[in-house]
């Protein structure tokens, strides 16, 4: 199944742009995070548990300053190889999901070419690593939903923890993911108690971790929590939102101050009252907003979940003009930028496959696979949108593959339906085609409403051709239907 050589020509594509990215400028890049990062390091394994930052990245860090070549050097191999690795399984996701060769290529060769998310192996952050950290949870899950296996379930577990132990908003995918997989495993018969004991054991596991890490922040730093840069998010949300002025008492003694600070929650926690130990009053005020006016917050969040779906943050990959291939990195990138405005269609397609995977008939492996990936990426996507005030395309980075694979073979599926089936479907094919076309080039920039409205089209039109494809395959052989 796995195709050595595709692989190959993979990791070739993959490798060459990585390095004329490297080559175009051979040193790591720093911003503000990587000081908080390489701070931790510096105090492993004492300073493991922290309230600043997550300690997964700074092990990372630890790991590449102890190697022969120095942390400049074996940093940037370390993060490229992960790169090469994404991409790889990138590739074997879209195989065990389709079955496919071309269908699995594709989305991969569009991920080993993306500059935007190989831009990050110069950056000294943790996206290259939440990047295949995620995509291995991935692999891992539509393999075991394949084929379940005792082994793959507590690697699920291994890979959820030290997600969230690299960044601190996938403690929860264990939570939307796990009664994903018990539903489909249940309805295919293929759920046996001895599974279902493993399933809850590893999920207890996971949430005993984060308890742990809880408790353990608390005893050392005085904070309850895994990462009290959430204090500032919440923050941040309700500055961009301009809800400080709906703070209940005691917090709307703050709202004024809040208010004037215009450069944002970071700039606020410098000063008094807010530049308490971990930013906690930040944190409380942020919440007490949000707990007073929690639809009024949620509308906001909502359209910022479509506004940012197809954001990206350039300014994270610099190109030296002048140097080595920066004209092909240029004309690369703005490829890779064009390319996400397609991330416009991963709500409604992801709703799409959820729903299928779990009503579909139970024969339907391939919607219950792509309703897996279809929980993992929305997942992100909504707990981005409404935790997250700035640098979405940043913090995107880590369902990149993901969503590339449920979006690009989707699209792909519905061309392979119009080439294959039958007058009916494959003018259903067209439509649905002609729909999500239109929807990515005109709804870009649109009110929060008219975006909506757009995509449940998009998404209803998507809904009624897979579920008019399997009336077909329950019924007859027909190629189209195996969409």
């Not at 720093?30 to 390489?38: H, L, N, Q, T």
């Not at 269609?345 to 779990?358: C, K, R, Y």
Request: charged share 10%; hydrophobic share 55%.
């Amino acid at each position: 199944m796995f195709d050595a050589g595709l692989v190959f020509v993979l990791l070739v594509v993959a490798g060459a742009v990585l390095a004329a990215f490297v080559l175009n400028s051979p040193t790591l890049d720093r911003f503000p995070d990587s000081a908080a990062y390489a701070l931790i390091a510096s105090h492993l394994p004492s300073g493991f548990i922290s309230s600043v930052r997550m300690p997964g990245y700074p092990v990372v860090l630890a790991i590449a300053g102890t190697l022969p070549g120095g942390l400049n050097v074996d940093l940037l191999a370390l993060q490229g190889l992960m790169a090469l690795a994404a991409v790889v399984l990138t590739y074997y996701i879209g195989r065990v999901v389709f079955g496919n060769v071309w269908l699995a290529f594709v989305p991969s060769l569009l991920v080993a070419t993306d500059l935007l998310m190989a831009g990050f192996v110069r950056v000294e952050m943790s996206e290259t690593t939440a990047v295949l950290l995620i995509t291995a949870l991935a692999a891992v899950v539509v393999t075991h939903l394949r084929n379940p296996r005792s082994s793959l379930l507590w690697l699920m577990t291994v890979l959820a923890i030290v997600s969230f132990l690299t960044r601190p908003e996938w403690a929860g995918v264990v939570v939307v993911l796990v009664p994903y997989v018990l539903v489909v495993l249940a309805r295919r018969g293929a759920l046996t108690t001895r599974m279902l004991i493993q399933v809850v054991a590893g999920t207890s596991a996971v949430l005993l971790a984060i308890g742990a890490y809880s408790i353990a922040n608390l005893a050392v730093n005085d904070y309850l929590g895994l990462s009290s840069t959430v204090n500032v998010a919440l923050m941040g949300k309700v500055m961009v939102y301009q809800m400080e002025s709906e703070a209940p008492p005691p917090y709307d003694a703050y709202a004024a101050q809040v208010g004037a600070t215009a450069q944002g929650p970071w700039e606020l926690a410098a000063v008094p009252p807010f530049n308490d130990r971990n930013e906690v009053l930040e944190g409380e005020f942020a919440r007490a907003v949000i707990l007073h006016h929690p639809l009024q917050f949620s509308e906001h969040a909502v359209g910022t979940l479509f506004a940012t779906s197809t954001e990206y943050d350039s300014v994270f990959i610099k190109i030296q003009d002048g140097a080595s291939f920066a004209g092909p990195l240029h004309a690369l990138l703005r490829i890779s930028e064009r390319r996400y405005a397609s991330f416009l269609l991963l709500t409604p397609l992801a709703f799409v496959w959820i729903v299928l995977g779990l009503i579909a008939r139970k024969e339907d492996l391939r919607a219950q696979l792509l309703g897996a990936l279809g929980v993992i990426a929305l997942y992100g996507w909504v707990v981005i949108a409404a935790t997250t005030f700035g640098e979405f395309g940043r913090v995107h980075m880590p369902i990149n593959p993901v969503a590339t694979v449920l979006i690009i073979g989707t699209l792909l599926l519905n061309v392979t339906t119009v080439l294959r089936s039958r007058t009916s479907l494959r003018l259903l094919a067209l439509a649905v085609l002609a729909a999500e076309l239109c929807a990515v080039v005109f709804l870009r920039g649109r009110s929060t409403s008219v975006v909506l409205l757009g995509l449940v089209i998009v998404g209803l039109l998507q809904l009624l051709l897979v579920s008019f494809a399997d009336m077909r395959a329950a019924t007859q052989t027909e190629p189209a239907a195996t969409i």
